[in-house]
């Protein structure tokens, strides 16, 4: 990596990052950054592309609405001359005013054509009404002429008042949702102290609100009443429940008339209607094909001046100077991509690109592919290594899978994650193309060949442990078989059978007599898992120890890794005091008690009788605890040696305290188990311990001094001088 | 002896692989990369059989099965060898 300074023509600057750009291997530095971002030179433009992105997206909003699929081509468009921006500024600022216009339109049309469907409504209903009311209005003239006292207060009021012969009943028609009919209902009865008359009828078909356009259930009703007090008070109600009044005519051939006009009108509006919608998605459709390329031309635009932005303008005024940093492999191909965007803008003068020395730390770049890029995400998100330390990254790509695979193991689940990984992984680019927005999706989607490779690992450790769905496979025939005999005799069996303990007992196959003495040579003996008893026993062992290696075995690793670094930085300080006290730690603990365990492992086995490591060991039950004896290691315990008296032959047949029988010493399974074992161990963690202030102190300390030094000789050259 | 079989075997298999598997990676970016993913794998992958193989090889506790699990075996896997003991 290496800090370049480029120099630029004014014109030829916008080409050349246009180019750097899609090359996408240079770090530009901020040569402005006291600069604040409304002082910035190419501040306007970068504003004019925000209004750019705000009206795509508006357009992106409109389609969506629609559902119009909006077209996505795979290719990449170039960012656009700065000349173009004008054109497409202007074809955006169009677009937006057409649809905004078409939209208002729309409202407004569809307002009207509410009201229109209401009043049809309206007139259909009160013609029911009218003729109804004609007969109880003739009774009400009938009644009022005889001069009789009648119930209806109604009308003596009328008739006191008025003093008419016949009375001429005033009305109100409209429309009210459905809902809020029954209060409206008893409202007016109180408030008009049931002097009015109300006759409603339901609409059976939703109409659609203007604004929300949601269905809304509304009914027709028609008030009847007397006098111009009550109209107002009538009217002032109806406001309050947001009721809509219409102008309903008085005689039936003029609501006839009406009634044909207003259906005239509703079929016009249905046509105009239904052209501007036409319109609309027309507009949608032309503008949906070239949405997405727009977006992105706008937004390498929007990068482009950002960036233009960093450079400083030279004293000249002529050129433009930028700073990054660049890869030094990669230094040819920058210097194309500059002579083309040179060449490109029609600059008489080339761009220059000089290197510069400098003592700065350089940015680390980690190369990637789509493949490795999952990897370095999850490594990077531990911390980004320093510049030209090792990448952890390649390793991690088979480690990771591999120790997930070693807690996931079972070869039916490891299948179905490796097709799952495997789908993803073949159908990447359908599903790049999709876009989708989930972001469980999209996690998954960046990890697909993570998920490839654990499924894979899985399948690998699924056969080794034996387990598939839980079931274990019998491929190279097992290594235990039955001891118990279980004669043909049908009683003889049977007494066998309840010698053992019956049918649901549980005797264990010992392994001295039940074990062939040849392990099932690739994974776990499938008698393991008819073994309900006692399965976790073992496996939970086996487990515990393989991760104890393998874990250790990773570290060990990481530390040689670092052990490279320092070789690498010619850093003595760091191998003296960082990585030897770090391995001596690790050794003096857990390689030991790695090799106890493979020990463990190779030497006890089930039956006993022969001396291990110089102390006789009779039988399984002494074979030494590893877990104890590390804990006893750490709490500096004394303890016996050896397992028997006398640490010579015995026979474990023989009762103890008879000649020949074993005397165990103690807890045999907590002895040393090897001579001279509590003086390595005490060794051992005295040496750990003390690497612990080592590791933490050392190297501090020594910076702390060279930095007084460098601190003392500057001060004494300043006297000097 | 025969425990020596499948050690070998498998360890043959696995030094094949992590010793021989490199050479063939065609030329090109990613040669180093996946030059160490087939190292890696063949020591990851033997590591964990040789711990399962190990563990397995002197085993200190038997599998304790219930009887009728344990007749089914007797017809189906046979019996160890060696004299059969009566609990």
New interface residues.
């Given amino acids: 990596m290496c800090l370049t300074q480029l120099f630029l023509q004014n014109e030829a600057a916008y080409a050349c990052v246009a180019e750097l750009g899609e090359l996408g291997l240079v770090q530009f530095r901020d040569l402005n950054p006291d600069v604040s971002a409304f002082q910035r030179k190419y501040v306007k433009e970068v504003r004019r592309c925000d209004e750019m992105e705000r009206k795509l997206r508006f357009l992106e909003k409109e389609i969506k609405k629609d559902s119009i699929p909006m077209l996505d081509t795979y290719e990449n468009p170039e960012a656009p001359q700065p000349r173009e921006m004008f054109d497409l500024e202007a074809t955006f600022e169009k677009l937006e005013n057409e649809l905004r216009e078409v939209n208002q339109n729309e409202e407004m049309l569809k307002k009207n054509f509410a009201e229109l469907t209401e009043l049809k409504h309206i007139l259909r209903k009160t013609q029911q009404f009218f003729e109804e009311n004609e007969g109880e209005r003739q009774a009400l003239d009938s009644l009022a002429m005889e001069d009789a006292p009648s119930h209806h207060d109604g009308t003596k009021l009328i008739a006191e008042r008025e003093g008419q012969p016949k009375p001429h009943l005033k009305f109100v028609a409209g429309v009210i949702q459905r809902e809020r009919l029954p209060a409206f209902e008893r409202l007016l009865w109180r408030a008009c102290r049931g002097n009015v008359f109300l006759r409603q009828s339901e609409i059976t078909e939703p109409l659609t609100d203007a604004s929300t356009g949601a269905p809304v259930n509304k009914a027709v009703f028609i008030i009847f009443f007397q006098g111009d007090q009550l109209k107002t008070r009538v009217k002032k109600i109806c406001e309050g429940f947001r009721a809509t009044l219409y102008p309903c005519p008085d005689t039936p051939q003029e609501r006839r008339e009406m009634s044909i006009g207003v259906m005239t009108r509703i079929e016009d509006l249905k046509t105009v209607l239904g052209q501007t919608q036409d319109h609309r998605h027309r507009v949608l459709v032309a503008a949906a094909k070239n949405v997405r390329m727009w977006m992105t031309k706008v937004r390498k635009i929007k990068a482009i001046y950002h960036v233009l932005n960093f450079f400083n303008l030279d004293v000249t005024q002529k050129c433009l100077i930028a700073e990054c940093w660049c890869p030094v492999t990669e230094l040819d191909r920058i210097q194309l991509a500059l002579k083309r965007g040179s060449e490109e803008s029609g600059s008489t003068v080339p761009s220059i690109l000089n290197r510069m020395d400098t003592s700065e730390a350089p940015p680390t770049y980690n190369k990637s592919n789509k493949f490795t890029q999952g990897f370095q995400n999850i490594v990077d998100s531990y911390g980004i290594a320093a510049y030209r330390e090792i990448n952890p990254a390649p390793y991690t790509m088979i480690t990771f899978p591999f120790l997930f695979a070693i807690m996931f193991g079972d070869l039916g689940h490891g299948t179905i994650m490796l097709l799952a990984g495997l789908f993803l992984v073949l159908q990447e680019k359908r599903l790049e193309a999709a876009r989708i927005k989930d972001e469980i999706f999209q996690m998954f989607f960046t990890g697909r060949y993570m998920i490839f490779l654990m499924g894979c690992f899985s399948v690998y450790t699924g056969f080794i442990y034996n387990d598939a769905f839980s079931k274990s496979f019998n491929l190279f025939g097992s290594s235990w078989g039955n001891i118990f005999p279980f004669p043909l005799d049908e009683k003889a069996r049977e007494q066998a059978i309840t010698n053992l303990g019956g049918l649901e007992a549980s005797p264990m196959l010992i392994p001295e007599k039940a074990y062939s003495g040849e392990p099932y040579p690739i994974g776990v003996d499938p008698i393991w898992v008819l073994a309900e008893a006692n399965k976790l026993n073992f496996l939970n062992s086996m487990k515990m120890k393989a991760a104890i290696l393998v874990g250790i075995a990773q570290m060990t690793f990481g530390i040689i890794l670092g052990y490279h670094n320092f070789k690498y930085f010619n850093s003595k300080l760091d191998i003296l005091y960082t990585f030897i006290p770090q391995i001596i730690f690790l050794s003096c603990i857990f390689i030991y008690l790695c090799l106890q365990v493979i020990m463990k492992w190779i030497a006890y086995d089930a039956a006993g009788g022969y001396s291990v490591l110089g102390y006789f060991y009779p039988s399984s039950n002494c074979a030494p605890s590893l877990l104890i004896g590390l804990i006893n290691m750490f709490m500096m315990k004394s303890r016996d040696d050896g397992f028997v008296d006398g640490n010579k032959y015995c026979n474990t047949s023989i009762p103890p305290g008879k000649p020949g029988g074993c005397n165990m010493v103690g807890l045999c399974h907590l002895n040393n188990w090897y001579p001279g074992q509590s003086f390595f161990e005490t060794i051992f963690l005295l040496t750990a311990i003390a690497c612990v202030p080592v590791m933490l102190f050392a190297k501090p300390y020594i910076l702390w001094k060279e930095e007084k030094q460098r601190q003392l000789s500057g001060h004494t050259q300043l006297v000097q001088v | 002896m ?2 020596w ?2 050690l070998v075997a ?1 360890t043959a298999f696995w030094l094949l692989v992590g010793a021989g598997g490199p050479l063939l990676v065609p030329s090109g970016p ?1 040669r ?2 996946i030059q ?2 087939i190292v ?2 063949a020591v ?2 033997h ?3 040789i ?21 089914w ?2 017809e189906r ?11």
């Fill in positions: 025969s425990v079989i499948p498998v990613n180093g990369i160490t993913m890696l794998t990851c992958c590591m964990f059989w711990i399962v193989y190990l563990h397995q090889l002197n085993p200190l506790i038997g599998p304790q099965i219930p009887v009728k699990t344990i007749l075996i007797h896997w046979g019996d160890a060898k060696g004299e059969l003991v009566s609990k």
